[in-house]
Nanobody, 115 residues
Framework: QVQLVESGGGLVQAGGSLRLSCAAS????????MGWYRQAPGKQRELVAG???????NYTDSVKGRFTISRDNAKNTVYLQMSSLKPEDTAVYYC?????????WGQGTQVTVSS
C-alpha cells in the first residue's frame, strides 16, 4: 500500500518562496510518474507540475519559470520548489503518484500567499 505525505506548506508573503516535499512509502516510487496538483476554493483541482520516472518535467503555464519539480529516488521523495509566489498560488497542494492503473493521492498541504 502506498502512502504519500506532504509537508512544507504555510503562509508566505507575495514574492516569497516555499519548498514542498512529498515522501512516498512502497516500492514503486522509482518507476512512477509523480505530480503536484492544487485546488483553490471554488475551483477544480489542476495539475501544477509533473515528473516522469525518467526525469522529464512539465508545468502548467502559470508557474513556468517560478516553480521547479524534482525527485530523489534514493529518498522516495518528490519536491516542488516555489519561488516568486503570487496570491493566486494560494491553494491546497496535493502530491500524486501514478503507475499503470494505480493512482495515489496525499492528504494535501495548504499554501497561502498574502499580498
Amino acid at each position: 500500500q502506498v502512502q504519500l505525505v506532504e509537508s512544507g506548506g504555510g503562509l508566505v508573503q507575495a514574492g516569497g518562496s516555499l519548498r514542498l516535499s512529498c515522501a512516498a512509502s512502497g516500492s514503486i516510487f522509482e518507476i512512477a510518474t509523480m505530480g503536484w496538483y492544487r485546488q483553490a476554493p471554488g475551483k477544480q483541482r489542476e495539475l501544477v507540475a509533473g515528473i516522469t520516472s525518467g526525469g522529464s518535467t512539465n508545468y502548467t503555464d502559470s508557474v513556468k519559470g517560478r516553480f521547479t519539480i524534482s525527485r530523489d529516488n534514493a529518498k522516495n521523495t518528490v519536491y516542488l520548489q516555489m519561488s516568486s509566489l503570487k496570491p493566486e498560488d494560494t491553494a491546497v497542494y496535493y502530491c500524486n503518484m501514478r503507475w499503470m492503473s494505480l493512482n495515489y493521492w496525499g492528504q494535501g498541504t495548504q499554501v497561502t500567499v498574502s499580498s
